[in-house]
């Protein structure tokens, strides 16, 4: 496999990498199988869905990462959805701090390069004391992982698609910058566009979130993105459910694919749509066919200049 190394805002790509959220829709097998399924459907990504439980054993969680790793397949591990790190209970929080710890030791058995997680829910007492509140159960969990030799994986953190959670681009730019080399963001567009009420329709729109990045976290941040992608229906209350590519009911993903082409970044993009690695497939040859098309447009323009 291409030599990597682990960069301040987590490791990095060495190109465009597609996969679906979780096993493959037609995939029968044992899940430490499934990357080698992954790899076959022409994928080198896959993020393990640990959202109910992180009950897997090391075994189990070792041969997953053994399989990804011969397969060229990359793994990212999502952490389960009932932590929050901003609840008013101390319970709550300490629970949520262990399932991390435990995402994280998962992650690291697989080789996974992301634990993502939802950070939490507004407690009603100030959005200041929220992410105070966040920075502080994050550095808990980086802590006990350096103290349980888990150095791989790093915290990411997702823009998160209802208007009652933690999670948007500000907040997680804010909690990105402030807590170093351990945590990176993860941006899910769907997510982003429902929150906005469906306001990411065009390239520029995709640049102006980019710019944010950049100019937050800096270049190597936004050159390997994490990134989550589905059509999205919404409400008035942010996110209702995902849809398939191609329904318009957005985001679309074509411009954001030229856009990562015209940059030239290497993010991991995951498919959150219901048809997960069918629709990861989709997206890879939207993105390889907007770099032709970047590639024609520059030999023309060359050509046009001798």
């Given at each position: 496999?291409?030599?990597?190394?682990?960069?301040?805002?987590?490791?990095?790509?060495?190109?465009?990498?597609?996969?679906?959220?979780?096993?493959?829709?037609?995939?029968?097998?044992?899940?430490?199988?499934?990357?080698?399924?992954?790899?076959?459907?022409?994928?080198?990504?896959?993020?393990?869905?640990?959202?109910?439980?992180?009950?897997?054993?090391?075994?189990k969680?070792?041969?997953?990462?053994?399989?990804?790793?011969?397969?060229?397949?990359?793994?990212?591990?999502?952490?389960?959805?009932?932590?929050?790190?901003?609840?008013?209970r101390?319970?709550?929080?300490?629970?949520?701090?262990?399932?991390?710890?435990?995402?994280?030791?998962?992650?690291?058995?697989?080789?996974?390069?992301?634990?993502?997680?939802?950070?939490?829910?507004?407690?009603?007492?100030?959005?200041?004391?929220?992410?105070?509140?966040l920075?502080?159960?994050?550095?808990?969990?980086?802590?006990?992982?350096?103290?349980?030799?888990?150095?791989k994986?790093?915290?990411?953190?997702?823009?998160?698609?209802?208007?009652?959670?933690?999670?948007?681009?500000?907040?997680?730019?804010?909690?990105?910058?402030?807590?170093?080399?351990?945590?990176?963001?993860?941006?899910?567009?769907?997510?982003?566009?429902?929150?906005s009420?469906?306001?990411?329709?065009?390239?520029?729109?995709?640049?102006?979130?980019?710019?944010?990045i950049?100019?937050?976290?800096?270049?190597?941040?936004?050159?390997?993105?994490?990134?989550?992608?589905?059509?999205?229906?919404?409400?008035?209350?942010?996110?209702?459910?995902?849809?398939?590519?191609?329904?318009?009911?957005?985001?679309?993903?074509?411009?954001?694919?030229?856009?990562?082409?015209?940059?030239?970044?290497?993010?991991?993009?995951?498919?959150?749509?219901?048809?997960?690695?069918?629709?990861?497939?989709?997206?890879?040859?939207?993105?390889?066919?907007?770099?032709?098309?970047?590639?024609?447009?520059?030999?023309?323009?060359?050509?046009?200049?001798?």
């Amino acid at each position: 496999m291409t030599n990597k190394k682990v960069s301040a805002k987590g490791e990095m790509a060495d190109k465009a990498r597609f996969g679906p959220a979780g096993t493959p829709i037609n995939f029968k097998g044992p899940s430490e199988e499934a990357p080698s399924f992954i790899g076959k459907l022409g994928l080198d990504l896959m993020e393990y869905q640990a959202v109910r439980n992180v009950n897997i054993s090391d075994q189990k969680s070792i041969e997953i990462g053994v399989n990804a790793e011969e397969s060229g397949v990359w793994m990212t591990l999502h952490a389960p959805y009932y932590i929050n790190l901003t609840s008013r209970r101390q319970d709550v929080i300490r629970k949520s701090v262990y399932w991390l710890l435990k995402a994280a030791k998962v992650a690291q058995n697989m080789k996974a390069t992301h634990v993502v997680f939802h950070p939490g829910y507004y407690s009603g007492r100030g959005k200041e004391l929220d992410l105070k509140n966040l920075r502080k159960g994050l550095s808990k969990v980086i802590d006990l992982m350096m103290a349980n030799g888990i150095k791989k994986p790093v915290l990411s953190p997702e823009t998160t698609g209802r208007r009652s959670q933690i999670g948007t681009l500000e907040e997680l730019l804010n909690i990105c910058q402030g807590l170093g080399s351990r945590v990176a963001l993860t941006v899910d567009f769907a997510h982003l566009h429902a929150r906005s009420g469906g306001k990411i329709r065009f390239k520029d729109d995709y640049l102006k979130i980019m710019n944010k990045i950049e100019g937050e976290l800096g270049k190597e941040a936004l050159d390997n993105l994490h990134i989550h992608f589905t059509e999205v229906v919404w409400s008035e209350h942010g996110e209702k459910y995902h849809v398939e590519l191609g329904t318009n009911r957005g985001p679309p993903f074509k411009p954001l694919a030229e856009l990562i082409a015209e940059l030239g970044l290497r993010p991991t993009i995951v498919s959150e749509s219901p048809l997960l690695d069918l629709d990861a497939i989709k997206m890879k040859k939207i993105y390889f066919s907007q770099l032709r098309s970047l590639g024609s447009r520059r030999n023309l323009h060359g050509k046009c200049d001798t």
